[in-house]
């Protein structure tokens, strides 16, 4: 009796170690089914040659963020970071680094320059042609549970699950996903908007199928729930992906207009650059040597001269 005691809570444990590895598993799968062909961005226009931009943290519309477990400057950094790797795979961009960006302004004296998801100031950045801005508009997590006979063995999973998570069981639980952003492309120099654009993502399906970690905060059906960094920065992911896709046609006129521009600028070089210099000036011809004189008063005279210059004496 003993070892029957001791063999069924040791049989639930192993049965639970399976049930959280397969689980874990199955994320990661469903995490990168999700986010696989997001970033398949078409070729860029040939003949043009790469912008260079960097991305500031973005802004939050904060009356419409709701329920994140991550801070406000994390969420905006999380989206930063997104958005450059995000920009890097379009093939269109050469991106500063947020640290390297950071560095060039306060090397030139431009810290005041940019703030959170706006420009502040207009100034030219050396290194830098173009900035991303952004803002969150909306971020919302927002469960829906469902009940779903699973069987004996389901039940005690969900049970197990249940009791761990609070209440919350990803295979049967329905998750919808709220993201609104907003993106911008600017020529600090001059504050000029090249490109401006926004995705209002939306998505509800289960937590497994979304590949969504996110753990409940109990209540009923409806209610709010914390992402982590992971979940955030995967739905942030998704909507700017969406935005840059709807962006493209508006990015590549730019790297066009810029290809023509240097195009035009190297084929008028400096007038001082192109004019051959101008030829000395030939040398004042040396008067012709005298071949004859005047026999009456010495004058040289020249060679067809046929009267003398000074006393008028016909030259033989």
Known sequence: MKSKHILYPCALSLFFVWLTGCASTGESAQRDQTTANIANFSPPPSGTKKLVAAVPPFEMDDKNIYGYSVTGNELSTIAADQMTTLLFKTRRFDVIERAQLNQLLREQSLEGIVKDGELAQMGQIDGVDYLLL???????????????DYGVAGRV?????DGITGGFSKDSTRITTEVGVDIRLVNPENGKILMAEFSEYERTDTADSMGIRVAGIGGGGDSNIQPGKDDAGQVLRLAFADALHKAMPQIDQIMIEQSRAEAAASAVAPASSTMAPAPASAPASAPATASKFCGNCGTPLGANSKFCSSCGTKVP
């Not at 952004?134 to 779903?148: A, D, H, L, V």
């Not at 999973?157 to 699950?161: A, D, I, P, Q």
């Open 157 to 161: 999973s969900r049970e197990l699950l």
């Open 134 to 148: 952004g803002k969150i508009t909306n971020f919302r997590f927002k469960r829906e549970s469902t009940s779903t």
